[in-house]
C-alpha cells in the first residue's frame, strides 16, 4: 500500500514563477483534498474533489490559485503567479467519500519562494 | 459550523495518561469528531474518531459527553515516541451541502523522560 504520494517533497522558486504540486490518492478513494499548513494559520483545506469534481473550492485564496483532478488517480495544484507569502507545506490528502471518512494525508510538499 | 479549541501545549513524563480536550460548541447532529496525530515533517495521522459516549482503540481513547460539545482524548501510559501535535477536527456540513473541514491549531504534546 503506497499511500498517498505528492511531488515534488521540496520546491524552491523564485516570486512570480509558476509551481506545480502533484499528488496521486490512495487507490480506490474517491475524495481528495489539498491543504495548507503555516505557522500563522495552520492547517486550512484549500479545495475538495468528489469523483474528480471539485465540490468546495471556497478555501482558494485568489485567483492565482488552481486545481485539477483530470481522473482518479491524479490532481495539481497549480499557483501562477507565486509570492513569497505562498510559501508552506502543502498536503494532499483523500478518503473513501467527502463526509466522515478518515482522510489519508500524503507526507507534504515544502515550498518556498523568494 | 462547528470551530474547535485546544490547548496549545502540554507537557507529561512517560507512563503517565495524557488528557486532551477539545471544545467544539457548535457542533451539529451528524458530526463526527476525529482526532489526528502530526510528526515533524509528515502529514497528519488518523488516530481515533467518535460521534458520542467512548470509542476505544489499541492506541487511544475518545470521551464525548451527552451535549457533544466537548471530547477528550486520552492517551493511556505515553511514551517519548508520543510526542507529537494534536489536532481536533470536526467535519460540518455547511448549508450548501458540501463539507466544511476546520482543524483547530493543535495541541503539541512533549513527553518528557
Known amino acids: 500500500d503506497a499511500g498517498v504520494i505528492q511531488s515534488p517533497r521540496h520546491e524552491v522558486t523564485e516570486m512570480g514563477q509558476e509551481v506545480t504540486l502533484r499528488c496521486k490518492p490512495i487507490?480506490?478513494?474517491?475524495?481528495l483534498f489539498w491543504y495548507r499548513q503555516t505557522m500563522m494559520r495552520g492547517l486550512e483545506l484549500l479545495i475538495y474533489?468528489?469523483?474528480?469534481?471539485?465540490?468546495?473550492d471556497s478555501g482558494m485564496p485568489e485567483d492565482r490559485f488552481s486545481a485539477k483532478m483530470p481522473n482518479a488517480s491524479f490532481s495539481t495544484l497549480k499557483i501562477q503567479p507565486s509570492e513569497p507569502r505562498d510559501s508552506a507545506v502543502y498536503f494532499c490528502?483523500?478518503?473513501?467519500?467527502?463526509?466522515?471518512?478518515?482522510?489519508?494525508f500524503g507526507p507534504g510538499t515544502r515550498l518556498l519562494v523568494l | 459550523l462547528a470551530k474547535t479549541t485546544q490547548p496549545i501545549s502540554m507537557d507529561s513524563y512517560e507512563g503517565q495518561e495524557v488528557n486532551i480536550t477539545c471544545s467544539h460548541n457548535?457542533?451539529?447532529?451528524?458530526?463526527?469528531i476525529t482526532w489526528y496525530q502530526q510528526f515533524p515533517s509528515q502529514g497528519p495521522r488518523f488516530i481515533i474518531q467518535?460521534?458520542?459516549t467512548k470509542v476505544t482503540n489499541e492506541v487511544a481513547s475518545l470521551f464525548i459527553p451527552a451535549d457533544r460539545k466537548s471530547s477528550t482524548l486520552s492517551l493511556p501510559r505515553v511514551s517519548l515516541s508520543d510526542t507529537a501535535v494534536y489536532y481536533c477536527?470536526?467535519?460540518?456540513?455547511?448549508?450548501?451541502?458540501?463539507?466544511?473541514?476546520?482543524f483547530g491549531t493543535g495541541t503539541r504534546l512533549k513527553v518528557l523522560a
Open positions: 487507490s480506490g478513494h474517491n475524495s
Open positions: 477536527l470536526v467535519g460540518s456540513r455547511s448549508t450548501s451541502g458540501t463539507y466544511k473541514y476546520i
Open positions: 474533489f468528489n469523483n474528480n469534481v471539485p465540490i468546495d
Open positions: 490528502a483523500s478518503s473513501t467519500g467527502d463526509s466522515q471518512e478518515t482522510q489519508y
Open positions: 467518535g460521534y458520542k
Open positions: 457548535n457542533i451539529a447532529t451528524n458530526d463526527y
